[in-house]
């Protein structure tokens, strides 16, 4: 059974930074591609970055040069760093992980991709606020 845990969430203010982490137990991450989205409430999930199995990141324009994806495969995680943080970044996140094993999911459009991510962790939240 595979499960897929974010932790790393919390509140800060805004300036600030957070490392969220993603470990899965089931599943070698490092097979996968990985992406981290987010969500506020009423809101639709967005993208926030994705890292290739092979090679490869990509992020959206809102985060570039703050946020940065990072996997640890001694630990079975992938980390994303966040730095220089805004209101706005304030949000559930979500780990996911490609359902297939070996696919490259992280193209220009991958934030398109969502569906091809089936395995979800709970979400940890993080909070940006003076």
């Known amino acids: 059974q595979v499960k897929v845990v974010e932790s790393g969430g919390g509140e800060v203010q805004p300036g600030g930074s957070l490392r969220l982490s993603c470990t899965a137990s089931?599943?070698?991450?490092?097979?996968?591609?990985v992406a981290w989205f987010r969500q506020v409430p009423g809101k639709e999930r967005e993208g926030v970055g994705c890292?290739?199995?092979?090679?490869?990141?990509r992020y959206v324009d809102s985060v570039k040069g703050r946020f940065s994806i990072a996997r640890d495969n001694h630990a079975n995680t992938v980390n994303l760093q966040m730095n220089n943080l805004k209101p706005e970044d304030t949000a559930m996140y979500y780990c996911?992980?490609?359902?297939?094993?070996?696919?490259?999911?992280?193209?220009?459009?991958?934030?398109?991709?969502?569906?091809?991510?089936?395995?979800w962790g709970q979400g940890t939240q993080v909070t940006v606020s003076p």
């Open positions: 089931g599943l070698t991450l490092d097979d996968h591609s």
């Open positions: 996911a992980a490609s359902t297939q094993k070996y696919e490259q999911l992280c193209s220009y459009d991958w934030t398109r991709a969502e569906g091809d991510f089936g395995y």
């Open positions: 890292i290739n199995w092979l090679a490869g990141l």
